[in-house]
């Protein structure tokens, strides 16, 4: 660790230390172990502060790193959780105007349009945790990271374009039942009641039912939001529905839902770190899952990108330095320089990535 003067910090430092302002407060201007951009940088300046400690040493150079490249724009992504804060607004406030809400759907349309071609200018293109997690506010964001990866999967198993954008407007959508629920249970930090569950579980028929009251009347979407909780051996809502009789549309949403909900903060809990996702998922096909979704998920997921900051298990962070196995990685440990193979170093058996570090997210 050394401490440096903020002027000499560089985007893509490694902050060791919380900073807090000249003000009393329990709550800092940035939380450690997150990966710095210039506009964090920028704010440090602003609030006076001098100094602070950035992980140094011998290691420092390894972790002066560029921002991992996005599928999405950081244009795009404003766009749309611009139009989803208005449409979701629109719906909680019940207005009646029918137009408008219509109007914002239309909109929404140009957003996921802009998304599937993005996907589609590389189609090899693998998202990563950088394209789900810069931001930390869950319910729009969720909505979105949900959308992304629910074309990137329809991608792998080879959906059209026409597909592909049907989809991401289903994705995008699904959660809008949510509004229904009460903001004391959404946000509750411990287990719900049994009570509470059955309330959340109404969110799917809710959700329809929105859609319903202002004259959509895509059956695909509908269906889609209304069984993306079923799951394929029968056991989930509202219906219980099993295996294909599930619409295709709902059986991939499951699938992104999860993963992203298992990988984001929330009240409860802290989030899994993408591979424990990926392996309760793994866990789970054929069961709550259909397999080749799950397949198709994996083929699109980039766990660790290479260039990436992880902390593993024994308190140690680590640049990634080859992700061919994308489970674990070879590494760097940041604070002695040595290189790990978590997948053939004997030694490493025990090792696990407990998650990665986020560039520029202070949550």
Do not use: W
């Amino acid at each position: 660790m050394k401490k440096i003067r903020v002027e000499q910090l560089e985007e893509g430092m490694l902050l060791e230390q919380d900073v807090f302002g000249d003000e009393p407060s329990k709550i800092p201007l940035l939380s450690k172990d997150i990966i710095l951009t210039r506009h964090q940088i920028d704010m440090l300046k602003s609030h006076g502060v001098l100094s602070v400690s950035v992980a140094g040493g011998k290691a420092l150079e390894l972790i002066k790193l560029p921002p991992p490249r996005s599928v999405i724009t950081p244009q795009l992504r404003d766009d749309a959780l611009q139009n989803l804060t208005e449409l979701f607004d629109f719906f909680q406030q019940g207005v009646q105007d029918k137009h408008q809400i219509l109007g914002l759907l239309m909109q929404m349309d140009a957003v996921v349009d802009q998304l599937v071609q993005n996907l589609q200018e590389d189609k090899n293109a693998q998202v990563h945790i950088a394209d789900l997690k810069s931001y930390d506010e869950y319910t729009y964001h969720h909505s979105l990271s949900v959308s992304v990866l629910a074309i990137a999967i329809g991608q792998a198993l080879d959906l059209d374009r026409r597909q592909l954008h049907e989809l991401g407007k289903c994705a995008i959508l699904h959660d809008i039942g949510k509004l229904s629920i009460p903001v004391d249970i959404i946000n509750k930090p411990s287990t719900l009641s049994k009570e509470e569950l059955n309330i959340v579980k109404k969110h799917a028929s809710e959700g329809y039912q929105y859609l319903s009251k202002y004259d959509v009347d895509d059956v695909v979407m509908l269906s889609a939001v209304l069984f993306h909780h079923e799951k394929y051996d029968g056991s989930g809502y509202p219906h219980g529905l099993k295996g294909e009789k599930i619409p295709l549309f709902s059986r991939i949403i499951s699938v992104a839902d999860v993963y992203d909900a298992l990988t984001s903060h929330r009240p409860y809990r802290i989030p899994e770190s993408p591979s424990e996702a990926v392996e309760y998922i793994m866990g789970n096909s054929g069961i709550a899952f259909e397999y080749d979704i799950v397949c198709a998920l994996l083929k699109k997921l980039q766990l660790y990108p290479v260039g990436s900051v992880v902390r593993l298990s024994n308190g140690q962070k680590a640049l990634v330095l080859d992700n061919k196995n994308s489970l674990r990685p070879m590494v760097k440990v940041l604070e002695t320089g040595k290189e790990l193979n978590l997948h053939k170093d004997i030694n490493c058996l025990n090792l696990t990535i407990k998650n990665i570090l986020p560039f520029g997210n202070p949550a």
